[in-house]
């Protein structure tokens, strides 16, 4: 007899000690998010005096400025290559290739290599935000919680962290390798992560699905086209009109693209589109704004409202995720309404003097973002999260070619010093003044758009790593059916709803997040056929019909047969089957699919066996044996049947003519025979 295989448990294996794996992994994020987004900023013009004579200035600037398109293309292509690559492997890689750029920047001494070095950085941190983001997703809710403050605080912070090393410098270099020692530290922790984790266990990283592979490939596309336009913008020297309209119609297109999906996962790519269009430039901008040179506080005097801008972002999204977990619908706009308010309080308090009455627009930014991004991220898989992230960055050049486009417009003619200090300050009003009423927009598209149905679920519950091996063969479609929701990394139970006498069930699983609800609907049809999820059978199994099969189609009885992860099913639309007279009902076999076997009666469904007696009810438990458990598929023989049948009923003469006797039954399972060791010898 076959030894029936042993699947796997989809379970992984316990973690030892995971609060130090989080612990270092929380230690990580805080460290890496910052150094990834502070290579956005293009600071090389505040140290424009010390660059050389005999090198090009503005196209050294240009190439200084690659930073942002090789983030923007990286984010989606490393979000597709987390399919095969561990989010481990992944951040180290990142974490590796910025401390690389650190090395290459003190020997920078042309356009070439400056260009290469900032390239190199941007890959790098383009590596490093869908890695962190992938590591924390299935891990403590804090954790997510933590990536998501320090994320907001590192947008609109992004500006001064990379000014705050140019302080009375002496080489414009260090434009190139700001913070060379946080990259050590940071790559210290990551591979220490490594160490751990594959030591202490290696929890279940959640994987895309196949689908969103694509959307998150297409996404590179419009991140490519906005990159060529803000290259095009720097070396053709365009004016403002063009530009503005060049940098809207950006907007219009991540708006276009954000609007694929499900309503969930729509909210999510609207949210990360106007944080990122708005949220980064207008900090930028009233972080120049405040400098000492112009009368303001300078970094000194922002450091306070930065801080407590952060801790309260923070706070907010550790609130949220662990409070408010099936709020999204409601709070994503409220949270985008926090930034409209903050945004027209930077028209009433910059510029200032006093620093400290920056933490009210420093702080309804960035708490706004952190619960608008905390909020739609638990309504959503890691495949949404990624494709919502690669449109964050997106946005954010777009919000920089639209404010630089603003600035061109109300700075050209100028003639004199406070002139040009009124028109800066003049600009980032207007900025103010439109990026709130595009946020206002985005909240009514969000909307309006919530109402819809998506015309996909594109964003179906990855299947874990430790899922995806307890497959039969090693691939294929899943057993299971409808995989588990990894929102939290909990398992998630799943329920069947059965009612008796309905054409079908639909097997819900419910999530530890308490939101959004995963799965298909798998439906049973009365006639016995394939379920539209998974309805071919996995690799190496054969369909295994019965002596009785002939008998169930001729009668006009369904086969029995459905596919995997449908419900089960007792009957024809949940009634009950009384045997014909011309049944034997301690004989008959009905038909099965994946090797299981129903008794007596008729035909029965995937994992239930029927014992003697008529079907129970649609959704009932007809007599499950052992070898019809999960452990395997147990061989079955089928026994060949004689020509006259296997339901003591003989088949016409070849004249036509009825026997007026039936000749002698045939059993359904035939005698057995003389066995060798019954023979007694000589």
């Not at 690799?539 to 009885?557: K, Q, Y």
Request: charged fraction near 15%.
């Amino acid at each position: 007899m076959a030894v029936p295989p042993i699947q796997r448990s989809p379970r992984p294996a316990d973690l030892r000690h995971p609060w130090l794996l989080d612990t270092v992994l929380g230690l990580l994020v805080v460290a890496a998010l910052p150094l990834a987004i502070i290579t956005i900023p293009n600071t090389l013009s505040v140290v424009a005096k010390l660059l050389p004579g005999d090198i090009d200035q503005v196209g050294l600037m240009r190439t200084h400025g690659l930073a942002l398109p090789a983030l923007m293309l990286a984010v989606p292509l490393a979000a597709v290559a987390l399919r095969r690559v561990k989010a481990a492997h992944l951040m180290l890689a990142g974490l590796a290739l910025v401390a690389l750029s650190d090395a290459a920047g003190g020997y920078a001494a042309s356009e070439l290599v400056v260009g290469a070095v900032r390239v190199l950085r941007g890959i790098g941190a383009g590596l490093i935000m869908p890695a962190t983001l992938a590591a924390v997703w299935n891990r403590a809710p804090v954790l997510r919680a933590l990536w998501v403050g320090v994320f907001s605080l590192s947008l609109l912070a992004a500006e001064a962290f990379a000014l705050w090393p140019l302080d009375k410098v002496s080489s414009w270099k260090v434009t190139l390798q700001p913070y060379p020692l946080v990259t050590g530290a940071a790559l210290a922790l990551a591979a220490i992560y490594l160490v751990a984790w594959m030591l202490l266990g290696r929890p279940a990283q959640p994987r895309l699905h196949v689908r969103e592979r694509s959307r998150l490939l297409l996404a590179a596309v419009p991140a490519a086209g906005i990159a060529v336009v803000a290259i095009s913008t720097a070396t053709e020297g365009w004016r403002a009109i063009p530009v503005i309209m060049l940098a809207a119609t950006a907007i219009v297109g991540l708006l276009a693209l954000a609007s694929i999906g499900t309503a969930e996962s729509r909210t999510l790519a609207y949210s990360m589109v106007a944080v990122g269009v708005v949220l980064v430039p207008s900090a930028a901008q009233v972080t120049l704004v405040e400098m000492g040179g112009l009368g303001g506080p300078g970094l000194r005097g922002l450091w306070i409202p930065y801080g407590v801008a952060g801790l309260l972002a923070l706070g907010a999204s550790v609130v949220v995720r662990l409070f408010a977990r099936a709020a999204g619908r409601w709070l994503a706009p409220l949270g985008l309404l926090s930034m409209v308010v903050g945004l027209c309080s930077v028209r009433v308090v910059v510029p200032s003097a006093d620093g400290l009455v920056l933490a009210v627009p420093f702080t309804l930014l960035a708490v706004g973002a952190a619960v608008a991004l905390t909020a739609t991220l638990q309504e959503v898989g890691i495949g949404t999260a990624a494709f919502g992230l690669s449109l964050c960055f997106a946005g954010v050049l777009a919000g920089f070619l639209l404010g630089t486009g603003v600035q061109m417009a109300l700075l050209d003619g100028v003639r004199s010093a406070q002139e040009l200090v009124d028109r800066f300050v003049g600009a980032l009003h207007w900025w103010a003044l439109i990026g709130g009423f595009l946020m206002v927009g985005i909240i009514v598209l969000a909307a309006v758009m919530a109402r819809r149905a998506g015309y996909e679920k594109v964003d179906e519950p990855p299947t874990s790593e430790a899922h995806e091996d307890a497959r039969p063969g090693g691939g294929g479609e899943d057993v299971s059916g409808v995989p588990g929701s990894v929102g939290d990394g909990a398992t998630s139970s799943q329920h069947v709803d059965v009612g008796a006498g309905s054409a079908g069930g639909a097997v819900e699983p419910s999530s530890g997040d308490g939101g959004r609800k995963w799965g298909d609907v798998a439906r049973a049809d009365a006639g016995g056929g394939e379920s539209a999820a998974g309805g071919r059978p996995e690799a190496g199994e054969d369909r295994v019909g019965s002596a009785a099969a002939g008998h169930d189609a001729t009668n006009g009885e369904p086969a029995g047969g459905v596919g995997a992860g449908s419900v089960p099913d007792g009957g024809a639309e949940g009634g009950t089957h009384e045997p014909g007279a011309d049944e034997d009902v301690g004989g008959a076999v009905s038909s099965g699919r994946r090797g299981k076997a129903a008794g007596a009666g008729p035909s029965g469904r995937r994992g239930k066996a029927a014992g003697a007696g008529p079907s129970g009810r649609r959704g009932e438990d007809v007599g499950e044996g052992d070898e019809d458990g999960p452990t395997g598929i147990v061989p079955r023989i089928v026994v060949p049947v004689p020509s006259q049948g296997a339901f003591d009923k003989a088949k016409p003469r070849r004249d036509g003519h009825e026997p007026a006797e039936p000749e002698e039954a045939v059993p359904a399972v035939p005698p057995q025979g003389h066995s060798p060791e019954d023979t007694t010898s000589p």
